[in-house]
């Protein structure tokens, strides 16, 4: 028998109906038609018409006025609920990242997991957490109380919970900034991880996102399974990955070039950890300016580039801004590799689609007067789940091409 229904209700439009009912967990603000006197960050029951249609969290301060978290009708939302959550959150990745790989992945991919807003990565017996919804920050305890006891069921107890509560989205949902241990736990921000045999070590205070770029970590074994004897050019390295991978798998020689000298200095020292210093050189310098030297100089001693930049776009105003700077870089490192060269290229903004980011790979192999033979094409690792109904959790296009 379905429970009496306690929280407060809201009205939503028949196309925000049709929408949750095809599984999308988001109601916009105009797409509510009445509210009562509702808490920011309450729980509330969307109706259209007569008729239940799920419920979430409510916030009038963003956009998304309400962010679904069940379409079960009989879910009471205590500990038990969201003990399920995050049980069946970490099943299914012990699942799809077995072994050595569990131990360091995204635990939580917010909507995917249906806890909206909410991020969670593993590091080893350190979790980092992300929140930019209101209603997970005040249910935040008891939340990350479910955490501590699946891990410590699974025999895997967490030590300490590192919150990057950073995000510029915070703001949108009338949330503060902050960065800490939560609890007052006082532990190293330093730890080390080993992703496809590579040892990195990770700051989570101020590493970018939660510490490491987890979402790439089967791509940049992808990408390493064909750098045996290769000269090879890692451009936007960050902290060295894509090439230390490349490195560790036999390759001949990686340059690594990022603009960051910070994120240069964490590249040579993981390079010094996994005793692959000799063959890996680091170049702090824009890719651009970079690569346009490189052109002029028609310099083609390497013959195989890696493309790994930052997201050029996160909004739809900008995409074709980030569509122009996409097909600069593939178009230069195009034309510098010679025939049967190899490009291993990317983009991880959700706004440049799989179509548009496809579309601007054959003008660029076009205006290079290439041809793109197709070794890879792949997303993000399993532990940060693509809903197909819910379009925004499809973010990563990656690409391996032989150049022809």
């Known amino acids: 028998m379905k ?13 925000a109906a049709r929408s949750l009912k095809n599984g999308h967990p988001w109601v916009y603000l105009d797409e509510i038609s009445f509210q009562g006197d509702i808490a920011d960050g309450s729980i509330v029951d969307c109706f259209e018409g007569s008729s239940w249609q799920g419920a979430g969290f409510y916030n009038s301060n963003s956009k ?37 790989d569990f131990k360091c992945c995204r635990i939580i991919h917010g909507e995917a997991d249906q806890i909206p807003g909410f991020t969670c990565d593993r590091y080893g017996d350190i979790l980092v957490t992300e929140i930019a ?14 955490l501590f006891a699946v891990f410590a069921e699974i025999g895997e107890p967490v030590k300490g919970i590192y919150e ?11 949330l503060d900034l902050y960065k800490g241990w939560y609890g007052g736990k006082d532990f190293s921000c330093i730890t080390e991880i080993t992703e496809n045999g590579v040892k ?41 990955s894509f090439g230390l991978n490349c490195a560790y798998n036999g390759a001949k020689h990686v340059t690594s070039v990022d603009i960051s000298a ?29 690569l346009t030297s490189l052109s002029e100089k028609k310099d083609h001693s390497y013959d195989y580039i890696i493309l790994d930049p930052p997201a050029f776009t996160k909004s739809r105003e900008t995409v074709e801004s980030a569509g122009r700077g996409y097909k600069e870089i593939n178009l230069k490192a195009m034309k510098l590799l010679p025939r049967g060269g190899y490009l291993a290229t990317c983009s991880c903004s959700h706004f440049m689609t799989d179509e548009l980011f496809r579309k601007m790979l054959n003008a660029a ?27 925004e959790t499809d973010y990563l296009k990656f690409y391996i091409f032989q150049v022809v």
């Open 3 to 15: 429970q009496e229904r306690l929280f407060p209700k809201v009205s939503i439009s028949q196309k």
């Open 64 to 100: 998304i006025a309400v962010r679904i978290i069940s379409r079960n009708s009989n879910d009471a939302f205590d500990y038990k609920f969201w003990y399920r959550r995050i049980l069946y959150a970490v099943s299914y990745r012990k699942t799809v990242m077995p072994g050595d």
């Open 133 to 146: 919804c209101l209603g997970v920050e005040l249910n935040k305890d008891v939340i990350y109380e479910a």
């Open 164 to 174: 990057r509560n950073e995000l510029a989205l915070r703001t949108k949902e009338g």
């Open 200 to 240: 990195y070590s990770v700051d989570v205070e101020n590493g970018q996102k939660t510490g490491f770029f987890l979402d790439q970590k089967y791509n940049r074994l992808a990408a390493a399974r064909i750098a045996k004897d290769k000269n090879i050019l890692d451009c936007f390295t960050h902290t060295g």
């Open 262 to 290: 910070q994120a240069i200095e964490m590249a040579k020292a993981n390079a010094i950890r996994n005793n692959l210093q000799d063959k890996i050189d680091y170049v702090c310098e824009d890719v651009f300016e970079l």
């Open 365 to 391: 192999a076009r205006d290079a007067s290439v041809s793109l033979r197709q070794i890879e094409a792949r997303t993000q690792a399993p532990d940060h789940p693509i809903l197909w109904n819910v379009p």
